[in-house]
């Protein structure tokens, strides 16, 4: 490959995603990621309803769906059931796939694209100047240097680029350790058969705890001790799974194989800036929380869906003044509203009879339907409205415009005439339609005609220069 004009660190959900979008886009891509194969890990076990319908946009829900084990039709606060029937979506369910699965797919479409994944290779420094960024890795063949215009870290909580950058990451230090493992059990009629959202209280059984992935092989999640008790990277040991599936109350199931565990924790920290020059931080690398909710992957991923499209144009020189750092001002505080919600998840299940109390509250008043609907509109993701400066009053503006198909790196005016795009052409599209809209590749509405206080006759040309940059 001649230089990359991007390189992703991180061949993580977020890193593949992002690639993906860049690569659509025409930007050359390169992945550096330090593992020689995909763990196979099922840590995340999900698409919130806002993923899928993003997913979806590119074409790409229905041959995941196809590496799906379910459909969820309900989420969960804390462990207590939201119907997600009650959204406005196609998509009312969360689609139940290992992250393995998801992570496999989107190797395999950077495979067709050609959009290298070099694996063994772990970012070891950088230096940015004015013209690019310079990496140096650590490959299979010794060290390698690197250099590209822009460099993104999407490798993780313990983020190198994150560490090296230098940007602060405020927040809580973890207090509990917790573990995640796939074990293949005893066969056993007591076993569960499907999933449920995961036991938040204390005191439930070890088959609470026991997600069935097919073929006999169970994730079971276990643990929350003090944080101070575990070292963080102590394997996780057959014994410990052994003495965690005796347990508490019920049934006791038997261990046959541990095929892999993992610790997490529940500390919360954000990083103060997601973009530094022309090196970036997108998903767990830029932010970290209690895995509570079914909300990290697809915060991640969402972050890869928000930057591909803006750091695609700023590559091609046409990002206008302000394109980038809009990616910090647009997800930045969805990352925090996250924090925010899995700290109270984690508080909602501490072990002592207050906060049982305010449990028993909580799940009274999500029983009822608004309640239901605005939680459950918050840990779907769809419910999220971007903030669209400078653009006029309209109840569209900033939501996600559902039910469309958008090529990556290109917009979307919907109206009645082309004539608008005279200029963009070359970056956005035109479909006919009464009401007149302007979409990003992201598939969020910057601009809707016809809204409140909008001057008379006012164009979307103001959005048009905003969002992709001057005419040509
Ligand atoms: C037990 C558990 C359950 C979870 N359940 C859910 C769930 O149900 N739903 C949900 O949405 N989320 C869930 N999550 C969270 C989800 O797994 C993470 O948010 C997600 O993996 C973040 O993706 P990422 O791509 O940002 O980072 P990662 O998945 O951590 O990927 C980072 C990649 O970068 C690579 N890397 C790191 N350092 C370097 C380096 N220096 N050079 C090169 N490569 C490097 C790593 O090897 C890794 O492949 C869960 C997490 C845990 C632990």
């Known amino acids: 490959m001649t230089h990359p004009e991007v390189i992703v660190v991180g061949a993580g959900p977020t890193g593949l995603t992002l690639a993906n979008e860049l690569g659509l886009a025409g930007v050359r891509t390169l992945v550096l990621e330090r593992t020689l194969r995909r763990s196979g890990q099922s840590k995340a076990l999900?698409?919130?309803?806002?993923?899928?319908?993003?997913?979806?946009?590119?074409?790409?829900?229905?041959?995941?769906?196809?590496?799906?084990?379910?459909?969820?039709?309900w989420g969960h606060f804390a462990g207590i059931a939201l119907d997600y029937g009650a959204l406005d979506t196609r998509f009312p369910y969360q689609v139940g796939i290992p992250q393995a699965r998801v992570e496999g797919f989107l190797e395999d479409r950077l495979a067709a694209q050609g959009v290298p994944v070099l694996r063994g290779h772990e970012l070891t420094g950088f230096a940015q100047d004015a013209g690019g960024v310079s990496v140096t890795a650590e490959g299979p063949g010794g060290a390698r240097a690197f250099r590209a215009a822009y460099l993104v870290g999407a490798d993780g909580g313990r983020s190198r680029v994150r560490k090296e950058l230098g940007v602060g990451f405020p927040g809580r230090d973890a207090r509990v350790s917790l573990a995640v493992a796939d074990v293949e059990l005893e066969d056993d009629p007591a076993l569960p058969t499907e999933w449920r959202p995961p036991p938040f209280e204390a005191g439930h059984g070890?088959?609470?705890?026991?997600?069935?992935?097919?073929?006999?092989?169970?994730?079971?999640?276990?643990?929350?001790?003090?944080?101070?008790?575990?070292?963080?990277?102590?394997?996780?040991?057959?014994?410990?799974?052994?003495?965690?599936?005796?347990?508490?109350?019920?049934?006791?199931?038997?261990?046959?194989?541990?095929?892999?565990?993992?610790?997490?924790?529940?500390?919360?920290?954000?990083?103060?800036?997601?973009?530094?020059?022309?090196?970036?931080?997108?998903?767990?690398?830029?932010?970290?929380?209690?895995?509570?909710?079914?909300?990290?992957?697809?915060?991640?991923?969402?972050?890869?869906?928000?930057?591909?499209?803006?750091?695609?144009?700023?590559?091609?020189?046409?990002?206008?003044?302000?394109?980038?750092?809009?990616?910090?001002?647009?997800?930045?505080?969805?990352?925090?509203?996250?924090?925010?919600?899995?700290?109270?998840?984690?508080?909602?299940?501490?072990?002592?009879?207050?906060?049982?109390?305010?449990?028993?509250?909580?799940?009274?008043?999500?029983?009822?339907?608004?309640?239901?609907?605005?939680?459950?509109?918050?840990?779907?993701?769809?419910?999220?409205?971007?903030?669209?400066?400078?653009?006029?009053?309209?109840?569209?503006?900033?939501?996600?415009?559902?039910?469309?198909?958008?090529?990556?790196?290109?917009?979307?005016?919907?109206g009645p005439d082309a004539s608008p795009l005279r200029g963009w052409a070359d970056r956005v599209d035109w479909s006919p339609a009464p009401d007149r809209v302007l979409v990003r590749p992201d598939g969020y509405v910057c601009w809707a005609g016809g809204g409140e206080g909008a001057p008379e006759g006012e164009g979307p040309e103001p959005a048009l220069r905003r969002w992709f940059g001057a005419p040509s």
């Open 206 to 414: 070890p088959t609470a705890a026991l997600t069935p992935l097919g073929d006999g092989v169970f994730r079971f999640v276990f643990g929350g001790v003090p944080y101070a008790d575990v070292p963080r990277d102590a394997p996780v040991t057959e014994d410990e799974v052994r003495a965690a599936l005796n347990t508490g109350p019920g049934h006791h199931p038997r261990l046959r194989a541990l095929r892999w565990g993992s610790r997490f924790t529940d500390a919360s920290r954000q990083a103060e800036s997601y973009v530094d020059g022309r090196v970036l931080l997108a998903g767990d690398a830029a932010h970290v929380h209690l895995p509570a909710g079914g909300q990290g992957l697809n915060l991640g991923v969402q972050d890869a869906f928000n930057l591909g499209w803006k750091l695609a144009a700023v590559v091609r020189g046409r990002g206008p003044e302000g394109l980038l750092g809009s990616y910090h001002d647009e997800r930045h505080p969805v990352g925090a509203a996250v924090l925010e919600n899995t700290r109270a998840q984690g508080a909602l299940a501490l072990p002592d009879v207050d906060a049982r109390a305010v449990r028993a509250v909580v799940a009274d008043l999500l029983s009822g339907p608004e309640a239901n609907r605005r939680v459950a509109g918050l840990i779907s993701g769809l419910d999220l409205r971007y903030p669209m400066p400078g653009a006029p009053a309209h109840p569209l503006l900033g939501r996600r415009l559902p039910r469309l198909r958008l090529p990556a790196g290109r917009g979307l005016l919907l």
């Open 46 to 73: 999900n698409l919130q309803p806002r993923t899928a319908e993003m997913f979806d946009l590119r074409g790409w829900l229905d041959p995941l769906a196809d590496r799906a084990l379910t459909a969820l039709p």
